[in-house]
T-cell receptor, first 114, second 115 residues
Framework: DAGITQSPRHKVTETGTPVTLRCHQT?????MYWYRQDPGHGLRLIHY???????DKGEVSDGYSVSRSKTEDFLLTLESATSSQTSVYFC?????????????FGPGTRLTVL | AQKITQTQPGMFVQEKEAVTLDCTYD???????LFWYKQPSSGEMIFLIY??????QNATEGRYSLNFQKARKSANLVISASQLGDSAMYFC????????????FGSGTKLNVKP
């Protein structure tokens, strides 16, 4: 199994508070991704990183920011959480950027915004 | 337009029978990869099988095979000899090399294996 951890695994917070989710990998993979999973939508890409300090937006990036200061860590920040950001968040990694490079997922973080 | 379409929200199959989960995709990128993931009720995403757009043969991994029909833009997952542990959500995904390597996921198919 790929060495990917996410913290926290569960979090309940209130509307308007900042929240940071952490993804940590021990595989030294170049690419890292944040997804959210909601019923009926599958997984939707929030942001991704293709190297240290190199990030880009996905399809649902509004309200989220990311940072990657080290290869092994990718942080997702909700600057001011809203109830619509209640979701399960998955981090994923892949070694390269080619069509053959598989993504491997972390265990997920369940976030509830009240 | 949807990049990945899974038209079967839920399916049932009898234990030990084979089942096909449908997936169609939309891309103009000549280089892409197709993936299937399993998500059991415990929530983790498990990689099952991969097919490249230039691969001539259908991919197989144990009881899983991918029926790749490029002209039809379909990449169906076939599970042979279903087991109770196969009950889960299954997601089809695509990676476009020339689109910043983004992954796109379908909405999933929930498979229930009956004893």
């Amino acid at each position: 199994d790929a060495g990917i951890t996410q913290s926290p695994r569960h979090k309940v917070t209130e509307t308007g508070t900042p929240v940071t989710l952490r993804c940590h990998q021990t595989e030294n993979h170049r690419y890292m991704y944040w997804y959210r999973q909601d019923p009926g939508h599958g997984l939707r890409l929030i942001h991704y990183s293709y190297g240290v300090k190199d990030t880009d937006k996905g399809e649902v990036s509004d309200g989220y920011s990311v940072s990657r200061s080290k290869t092994e860590d990718f942080l997702l920040t909700l600057e001011s959480a809203t109830s619509s950001q209640t979701s399960v968040y998955f981090c994923a990694i892949s070694d390269g950027g080619g069509a053959t490079d598989t993504q491997y997922f972390g265990p997920g973080t369940r976030l509830t915004v009240l | 337009a949807q990049k990945i379409t899974q038209t079967q929200p839920g399916m049932f199959v009898q234990e030990k029978e084979a089942v096909t989960l449908d997936c169609t995709y939309d891309t103009s990128d000549p280089s892409y990869g197709l993936f299937w993931y399993k998500q059991p009720s415990s929530g983790e995403m498990i990689f099952l099988i991969y097919q490249g757009s230039y691969d001539q043969q259908n991919a197989t991994e144990g009881r899983y095979s991918l029926n790749f029909q490029k002209a039809r833009k379909s990449a169906n997952l076939v599970i042979s000899a279903s087991q109770l542990g196969d009950s889960a959500m299954y997601f089809c995904a695509m990676r476009e090399v020339n689109n910043f390597n983004k992954f796109y996921f379908g909405s999933g198919t929930k498979l229930n294996v009956k004893p």
